[in-house]
C-alpha cells in the first residue's frame, strides 16, 4: 500500500524531555511538510522540505526541529523549549508540481 | 492580515439533503484551492480541487464553486450521509514563489442527523 505513515498514533511524554515524532512516506514524493492542529484552530506550519537535505521553517517553527536525510523520512523533535507541545501533530507529502498535500493519519502529542 | 476562514463554524443537516459549506479568502493572488475533510482523530483527506481560471468543478456528489469577485468559496455536498459527518476546511495557495504552501482555515463541523 502506499501512502504515509505518523508513528506513534498516541505518545506520552514529560515536560523538560524531548520527543521525535515519524513520518515516513512511499509515494515518491519530493516535498514534506508537518503541521500542528489544535482545537478549534487551522493547521499551522511547522517545518517543510522540498528536496532531500534541505528544509525551511513555517510559521511555528520555534522549538522544534526536524531532518531530511531521506527523500522517505521527515521526523519532528519537539523540544523542551516548545512552550505548548500538548496538540496533534500531522505529516503531509506533495507531488513536485503539483499544489495538493496527502497527510498521514496523526500523532497525539501530550506532555505533562 | 489576510486569511482564509470560513462563515459557519458547525452545519447540522438531515441525511438525504443537500450541504454548502462556504468559506472566504482575501488573497485576490490565490491561484489554487483545496477542500479536505477530516474525521475525529485522522488526517485531513483530500476531496476537491479547483484553480482561479475556473468557476465550478463538480467531483462525485461534490461541486466546489469559486466567486473571485467576493473572495467566496464553498463546497456542495449532494444527498448527505452520515459518512458525511466531518470537519471539512479549505486551503489556499497563495501565488508566487516556488514555495508550495498552503494556508488553511479553521474548518466547519458537519453533522448529518439520520
Known amino acids: 500500500d502506499g501512502g504515509i505513515t505518523q508513528s506513534p498514533k498516541y505518545l506520552f511524554r514529560k515536560e523538560g524531555q524531548n520527543v521525535t515524532l515519524s513520518c515516513e512516506q512511499n509515494?515518491?514524493?519530493?516535498?514534506m511538510y508537518w503541521y500542528r492542529q489544535d482545537p478549534g484552530q487551522g493547521l499551522r506550519l511547522i517545518y517543510y522540505?522540498?528536496?532531500?537535505?534541505?528544509?525551511q521553517k513555517g510559521d511555528i517553527a520555534e522549538g522544534y526541529s526536524v531532518s531530511r536525510e531521506k527523500k522517505e523520512s521527515f521526523p519532528l523533535t519537539v523540544t523542551s523549549a516548545q512552550k505548548n507541545p500538548t496538540a496533534f501533530y500531522l505529516c503531509?507529502?506533495?507531488?513536485?508540481?503539483?499544489?495538493?498535500?496527502?497527510f498521514g493519519p496523526g500523532t497525539r502529542l501530550t506532555v505533562t | 492580515g489576510e486569511s482564509v476562514g470560513l462563515h459557519l463554524p458547525t452545519l447540522s443537516v438531515q441525511e438525504g439533503d443537500n450541504s454548502i459549506i462556504n468559506c472566504a479568502y482575501s488573497?485576490?493572488?490565490?491561484?489554487?484551492f483545496i477542500w479536505y475533510k477530516q474525521e475525529s482523530g485522522k488526517g485531513p483527506q483530500f476531496i476537491i480541487d479547483i484553480r482561479s481560471n475556473m468557476d465550478k468543478r463538480q467531483g462525485q456528489r461534490v461541486t466546489v464553486l469559486l466567486n473571485k469577485t467576493v473572495k467566496h468559496l464553498s463546497l456542495q455536498i449532494a444527498a448527505t450521509q452520515p459518512g458525511d459527518s466531518a470537519v471539512y476546511f479549505c486551503?489556499?495557495?497563495?501565488?508566487?514563489?516556488?514555495?508550495?504552501?498552503?494556508?488553511f482555515g479553521k474548518g466547519t463541523l458537519l453533522t448529518v442527523n439520520p
Open positions: 509515494l515518491n514524493h519530493d516535498a
Open positions: 503531509a507529502s506533495r507531488q513536485n508540481q503539483a499544489y495538493e498535500q496527502y
Open positions: 488573497n485576490s493572488a490565490s491561484d489554487y
Open positions: 486551503a489556499e495557495n497563495r501565488r508566487g514563489g516556488s514555495n508550495y504552501k498552503l494556508t
Open positions: 522540505s522540498q528536496i532531500v537535505n534541505d528544509f
